[in-house]
């Protein structure tokens, strides 16, 4: 049998499986599996444990549960609604401040979690009411914050710019520094359509009033005063070091990536226990339960995948696919749409981790070929895989923000996320022309 029918009956397995709804590690690992009992040598089945073993034994994929821990700690503490607090004090002079606060704040807060959820949950729960009840529609609210939850797979600590580290063979420093740029650029996207959204619905709330209608809260004005603002910020000053520390570490060369997650979580630990009181072992085991849960999940996605790459590798299907797409000779700018696409459409069904590790063998041969940087690539291919984070039928951020607001209809929540999904496009076709965004930093530091 020829490695093109191997190829399309280990993909059709794959499909089959994962519809089946069997858990993706369990999907991944048990197709691998099989297709290593039928095709390979019958002593391969007995160096499964050893493959999964050596291709989970990486410094870098240690920093995962560390960031995780990290990340459960201040997600597990008051301080997503002190930071959202602190920026809606600072911002309400600014039309549409409020929103604007939400999509900083979401911003900040995955710098330092580095997860989207955890950051839909933890600015969603304070952030969606305070938007509802002045007078923001659900929709709206919910799609800010969903959108601002995606921000967490694209700036560090991004596990999903870890793993694309592993996949890609490509330095992790470099990655991070890649993200901050494009992180900022849809900070700034998605507060322009805040604002824009904002006068809408506050011009619409306008003519209802003027026309003798019911009055609209958007229509109020809050004022805060010099005190309110000063006041706000020792609760988030403390976090704004951790991430400014971590930070310096990292990228001033004064430690590894590893180490610098290891210090990421012990310093968040600290700072929940001085600033919320959080050291007793009933405060401690959620963050530790929550941690270990995480990890596990994902560490067992990761294994599966690069199992499941591993065979698809062994069996010439990567190469041969990979040959393939360089066989069509599509120009570069046609081969990296068709990628983009293909991830897109990926997206609707399989989550990030999974995504970058089954696809990596087969896209990134040609795409090297093709003359681009591994780097910006990775960078761009986070940022349309945030497309998948609120786009049906998967988008978890989509449930996450149905679970903290659940009188929010899910029709509703994916309505007010689709102009996001439009601003994503419109940054990635922004990083395509102007790469540097993403490139200058990394340059700079790393020349």
């Keep these: 049998m020829d490695t093109l029918q191997i190829g399309i009956y280990y993909g059709i397995a794959t499909v089959a499986a994962l519809f089946s709804g069997i858990p993706i590690a369990f999907a991944l690992g048990g197709v691998a599996t099989i297709f290593m009992l039928i095709y390979m040598p019958a002593a391969s089945l007995d160096t499964i444990a050893q493959n999964v073993y050596e291709e989970l034994a990486s410094i870098t994929l240690l920093t995962i549960p560390l960031f995780i821990l990290k990340g459960a700690a201040i997600g597990k503490s008051r301080a997503g609604k002190d930071l959202y607090d602190a920026l809606h004090t600072w911002l309400n002079r600014v039309p549409g401040g409020l929103g604007v606060a939400v999509v900083i704040a979401c911003g900040l807060f995955a710098a330092m979690a580095g997860s989207s959820p955890a950051t839909c949950s933890a600015i969603g729960s304070s952030g969606i009411p305070e938007m509802r009840r002045r007078g923001y529609s659900p929709g709206f609210a919910a799609g800010l914050v969903a959108a601002g939850g995606t921000l967490g797979i694209l700036l560090p ?51 209802v009033a003027a026309s003798g209608g019911p009055r609209s809260d958007i229509l109020l004005q809050t004022r805060y005063t010099a005190k309110d603002r000063m006041s706000a910020l020792p609760r988030v000053l403390p976090f704004l070091v951790l991430l400014t520390g ?116 087969i896209i990134l041969p040609p795409l090297r070929a093709a003359g681009f940087d591994l780097i910006w690539f990775g960078v761009v291919m986070a940022v349309v895989m945030e497309m998948g984070l609120i786009h049906p039928p998967v988008g978890l951020n989509i449930f996450v923000i149905n679970r903290i607001a659940p009188d929010i209809g899910l029709g509703a929540i994916i309505r007010g996320t689709i102009p996001f999904v439009a601003l994503m496009a419109l940054g990635v076709v922004i990083l395509s022309f102007v790469p540097g965004i993403a490139m200058w930093l990394p340059n700079a530091v790393y020349h």
Excluded at 159 to 187: D, K, W
């Design 157 to 207: 600590p991004s596990i999903v710019l870890i793993l694309y580290a592993v996949a890609a063979e490509q330095s992790l420093g470099r990655l991070f520094l890649a993200g901050l740029g494009p992180g900022v650029l849809l900070v700034v996207l998605f507060a322009a359509y805040a604002v824009f959204q904002w006068r809408r619905e506050y011009a619409a709330a306008s003519a």
């Design 246 to 361: 971590v930070m310096v570490a990292l990228y001033g060369g004064i430690a590894t990536p590893s180490e610098t997650a290891g210090l990421g979580a012990i310093l968040a630990l600290l700072l929940i226990a001085a600033v919320y009181g959080a050291w007793k072992l009933a405060d401690l085991r959620p963050i530790f339960e929550g941690t270990l849960g995480e990890s596990g999940m994902l560490l067992m996605i990761i294994g599966m995948s690069l199992l499941y790459s591993y065979v698809m590798s062994y069996l010439h299907i990567s190469q041969g696919a990979a040959q393939w797409i360089v066989g069509l000779q599509l120009s570069r700018w046609l081969l990296l749409t068709a990628i983009l696409l293909m991830v897109v459409v990926l997206g609707f069904f399989l989550p990030p981790v999974s995504i970058i590790l089954m696809t990596a063998p």
